[in-house]
């Protein structure tokens, strides 16, 4: 079957489009998202052929793990950001203006989603700049498998720290053993919870696409190449999740993920967290495109990245270790936005499905 979901991997995917907006918008959605949701709508401005905008998809959102919409935030900025690095190649500075219309009113979330959008962008013509940093877009944003043990150099620390240029918004690393137990203690309690909350798992399995012709369908969410499986075994895996869907649900699904979990803290050289001094929607969106800046740059560091989300999520059984951790990590009152992994990895992981740009093309 015709991988039709690995189409907008391709460099040449966009080639297609003449309105420059669309290609860079079929850039942006290869970044990372919560979920694999891509939770994204851009709007083209009719009267002005350098400026489209950016929404949040309302109907993209993960509620058990995400009420209150912060991790969707978080992938708006990732977005953005791979718009700006592909905008740079193509010859189009991309000054973004996030929430010109104002935030959104919270007690009506969803539609305040879809009308106000996150962010304006307009395009001004300059000068095509070739970068390695381009090339790292079309390469996998999460890598699970176990990192190789020796600690980060010095040079890639500081590329790494230096990355944030907000002065709310900071990068921290954790490379001594007892910040390394600490913080593995935590991702390994949290996913254990949520493991054991089915409405959560629930909402996991619910888009888990068990074969080709699922993927070709949907384009986004979880499938066997997130798990690390490629090649021939994945064709086999497949059939046998099709065939025997508990497989991948109930007590399998979680103790799937309790594993999984457990193999990435005892692989693990490295932890980072983004930081905000606060928690606003700005700082959210910000936070997702130092992110994005944070893998693109480890791919040309030889370093590879996966979100550790579970202690941060705000549903009411992860509320005691959320604590905890806020208390540990962010003590005067920021908040973090990301936990993730850092690391020279092991082996390489096969890329994810992709929407195609056209659905992300909100009517005016």
Known sequence: MKQTYMEPWSKNYAEKYSDPRVRLAAAGLLAASNHNMQPWKIRLDESDPMVFYLYADSSRT??????????????????????????EKEGYHADIALFPDGTYDESNLAESMDSNPVAKITLTKTQPQSSAIYDTLFLPDTNREAYQPGK??????????????????????????????????FALQSATIEAGVTRVMDESNAIFRANEYQKNEYRYGYSV?????????KNILQGLVTLFPSMNTGKSASQNFINSTKTSVEHT???????????????????GMTYSKLVLTG????????PLSQVL???????????????????????????????????????????DVQSLI???
């Open 62 to 87: 993960t509620k058990e793990v995400d009420p209150y919409a912060r991790q969707m935030m978080i992938s708006q900025g990732t977005f953005l950001e791979y718009v700006a690095v592909a905008g």
């Open 152 to 185: 980060l150099t010095d040079s890639q620390v500081s590329a790494i720290e230096s990355l944030s240029s907000m002065s709310n918004v900071s990068i921290k690393l954790y490379q001594d053993q007892k910040d390394l137990s600490n913080i593995g203690n």
């Open 225 to 233: 190449e997130g798990q690390g499986t490629s090649g021939f075994m």
């Open 269 to 287: 050289p490295a932890y980072a967290m983004i930081i905000t001094t606060g928690n606003t929607r700005l700082e959210q969106v910000e936070s």
């Open 299 to 306: 791919h040309t560091l030889d370093l590879a990245m996966q």
């Open 313 to 355: 999520e705000e549903y009411p059984e992860m509320e005691s270790p959320y604590t905890e951790f806020k208390e540990a990590y962010a003590p005067d009152g920021g908040t973090v936005q990301m936990l993730f992994r850092v690391g020279a990895a092991t082996k390489s992981v096969p890329l994810s499905m992709r929407r």
């Open 362 to 364: 909100k009517s005016n």
